[in-house]
């Protein structure tokens, strides 16, 4: 289990570093950038711990979120995407670095973490900014999920839908759940059903 006192004076250390670069925090291990009225930039973490108690190991996670399509989430599938803080996409940060692969920063209980903390938030700052730009519109979200970048497939089944909703193209979005959802799934058929009523 993951040392909370430990945990909580870490997630202060980020904070500090995080909030001197134009982020927002939501909860303890949730951050955000507004990139304009709709889009939201978002910097989350996965934390692990490999059963040691004096060990926490933290994966960045990068994504964007559209207000619109997981306010619409809620509306039809009952998830609350918006109140949790859920992007519409999102990678963990390593693959954004120049070895394109998972990637954890490691603390160690006791030690001085803000070298590590320094060089994590330069790279999320730095490569999780550059990730936000050409994704900070609609249409940039719609694209990537249309090529399957950043998403996972049962996600992409609800979410692009929404997204050709809010971009004006709501029969697009019909046509894409009539030719991937299995009707006899009962709910995708809800979700077909309340996407119609939108």
């Given at each position: 289990m993951v040392d909370s006192v430990f945990k909580k004076e870490l997630f202060e250390l980020?904070?500090?570093n995080l909030l001197k670069n134009s982020l927002k925090k939501k909860k303890?291990?949730?951050f955000y950038?507004?990139?304009?009225?709709k889009i939201l930039g978002t910097v989350s973490f996965g934390i692990s711990n490999y059963g040691r108690s004096n060990i926490i190991c933290l994966n960045p996670v990068?994504?964007?979120m559209s207000k619109d399509v997981e306010n619409?989430?809620?509306k039809t599938t009952g998830l609350s995407t918006l109140k949790d803080f859920m992007p519409t996409i999102s990678t963990p940060l390593g693959y954004l670095l120049l070895d394109k692969s998972y990637k954890?920063?490691?603390?160690?209980?006791?030690k001085d973490h803000s070298q590590i903390v320094a060089e994590m938030v330069g790279k999320i700052t730095t490569n999780g900014f550059s990730f936000f730009t050409g994704r900070d519109t609609l249409k940039g979200v719609i694209l990537e999920v249309e090529k399957d970048n950043f998403i996972l497939q049962p996600s992409k089944l609800y979410k692009l839908p929404l997204l050709y909703y809010c971009n004006g193209e709501k029969e697009k979005g019909l046509d894409f759940i009539n030719r991937n959802m299995t009707p006899d799934n009962i709910p995708y058929q809800t979700f077909k059903d309340k996407y119609k009523e939108l």
């Open positions: 980020i904070k500090r303890q291990t949730v950038k507004e990139l304009n009225e990068i994504g964007v619409l989430m809620e954890e920063w490691e603390f160690e209980k006791g």
